[in-house]
Nanobody, 120 residues
Framework: QVQLVESGGGLVQAGGSLRLSCAAP????????MGWYRQAPGKQRELVAT???????NYADSVKGRFTISRDNAENTVYLQMNSLKPEDTAVYYC??????????????WGQGTLVTVSS
């Protein structure tokens, strides 16, 4: 099992910014798509943004124009820059990666989650 390591959550006022990071171990073979999901209290986990190995991105409508996903393939790391934060962005944010641990052997890896709290 591969564990992704997240960092960067915290408490911020509405209108502020935060940057989340998520790193995969350096020993893996390769990474396909990477992404961020979030789960607010009492709600289901939802997609925030994804980025494939070529750099193409996809965003939830609720974060378009405010959040930016990027990745550093050399460091096996994905980032989420969050600007103009709103109280409704408050959630536990999870990173996800479609990882190849060897040729033909893939798995779906998740981070432990990092809490983002946006105060009004």
């Amino acid at each position: 099992q591969v564990q992704l390591v997240e960092s960067g959550g915290g408490l911020v006022q509405a209108g502020g910014s935060l940057r989340l990071s998520c790193a995969a171990p350096g020993s893996i073979f390769s990474i396909n798509a990477m992404g961020w999901y979030r789960q607010a209290p009492g709600k289901q986990r939802e997609l925030v943004a994804t980025i494939n190995s070529g750099g193409s991105t996809n965003y939830a409508d609720s974060v378009k124009g405010r959040f930016t996903i990027s990745r550093d393939n050399a460091e096996n790391t994905v980032y989420l820059q969050m600007n103009s934060l709103k109280p409704e962005d408050t959630a536990v944010y999870y990173c996800n990666a479609d990882i190849m641990v060897a040729v033909g052997i893939g798995l779906d890896a998740w981070g432990q989650g990092t809490l983002v709290t946006v105060s009004s």
